[in-house]
């Protein structure tokens, strides 16, 4: 069974612009969240997708925001972006019956210029 | 809130040594689960464990063992003979059970270097 698959791996953008990662579930999975990891921070929670839905929510500014469409697959976008947003970004998977075992992507790792 | 305190920031060993990482807790529900992931040079997070608050047995699997104490609010992890592929950062991480509240909350994490 494939994995978790995020794109792009690897992304430099510019201050102020704004960028979409994508993520594709393992087949079957049906629960999709987005962490975000940093030096400074480390592993912070953005939001959880489920059925389309967000069910979840970190504490992060509006300018993160995600989807997931009707195939589980999930985007999440960042507006304005700024320097403190280069960051490694991981996306996982997990089924939604009480297993609670999220399985994680590569990462997307974004540089902010 | 919830938190997870992973106090070891680095461990060096040398290959064959026994090596415990050690995790502690904080949460006011009754009903969580603990996770241990491993995060290798490549970035991706490898699951290893999932422990829920009910369950205090310990858990063996090959050379990795895992000691849940309630008591102590701690999930500590253990590995055996350790190799130079055991190298890694390490991640003890803390979920409440409810739908909808399904955030890992992690641990700064331990880097463990196994020295050949």
């Known amino acids: 069974k494939a994995g978790v698959t995020q794109t792009p791996r690897y992304l430099i953008k510019t201050r102020g612009q704004q960028v979409t990662l994508s993520c594709s579930p393992i087949s079957g999975h049906r629960s999709v969240s987005w962490y975000q990891q940093t030096p400074g921070q480390g592993l912070q929670f953005l939001f959880e997708?489920?059925?389309?839905?967000?069910?979840n929510k970190g504490n992060f500014p509006g300018r993160f925001s995600g989807r997931q469409f009707s195939n589980s697959r999930s985007e999440m976008n960042v507006s304005t972006l700024e320097l403190g947003d280069s960051a490694l970004y991981l996306c996982?998977?997990?089924?939604?019956?009480?297993?609670?075992?999220?399985?994680f992507g590569p990462g997307t790792r974004l540089t902010v210029t | 809130a919830q938190k997870v305190t992973q106090a070891q920031t680095e461990i060096s060993v040398v290959e064959k040594e026994d090596v415990t990482l050690d995790c502690v807790y904080e949460?006011?529900?009754?009903?969580?689960?603990l996770f241990w992931y491993k995060q290798p040079p490549s970035g991706e997070l490898v699951f290893l464990i999932r422990r829920n608050s009910f369950d205090e047995q310990n858990e063996i699997s090959g050379r990795y063992s895992w000691n849940f104490q309630k008591s102590t609010s701690s999930f500590n992890f253990t590995i055996t003979a350790s190799q130079v592929v055991d190298s890694a950062v390490y991640f003890c991480a803390l979920s409440e059970a409810k739908t909808g509240r399904r955030a890992l909350t992690f641990g700064s994490g331990t880097r463990l270097q196994v020295q050949p």
């Open positions: 949460t006011r529900d009754t009903t969580y689960y």
């Open positions: 997708y489920f059925s389309e839905t967000q069910r």
């Open positions: 996982a998977s997990s089924l939604d019956r009480a297993l609670y075992e999220q399985y």
